[in-house]
C-alpha cells in the first residue's frame, strides 16, 4: 500500500481536502502530514486542481508546466476520498 493510501487526518480536523473548506485542527495554513501524492496544489501559484480555486498567473492553468505534478496527483486524492466513502466528481 502506497503512503498516500493509509493517509488519515488528524483527529477533530474539518478541513476538506476535496472541497477545501472547514476548519483545520491546527494552525498550519497547508497539512504538514498530507502526502505529496495527494497535493494538488500548484507549487508556483497555490492553485488549487480539485476545486479549481486560484488566482493563477498563467493563461490556462490546466496546462501550466508548473502544475504538471500537481495535475498527477487528483487521481490519487479522488481514489483516496472513495476509499474514506466520500463521493468525487471525477
Known sequence: MARWQGFSQCPGCGHDLL??????????????????????????????????????????????THGEEPRTHLANLNEWARQHGRQTAE
Open 19 to 64: 472541497t477545501g473548506e472547514g476548519e483545520r485542527s491546527c494552525s498550519y495554513g497547508d497539512c504538514p502530514y498530507l502526502p505529496e501524492e495527494l497535493n494538488v496544489v500548484c507549487p508556483d501559484c497555490m492553485f488549487n486542481f480539485m476545486t479549481m480555486e486560484g488566482n493563477p498567473p498563467c493563461e490556462d492553468p490546466m496546462t501550466c
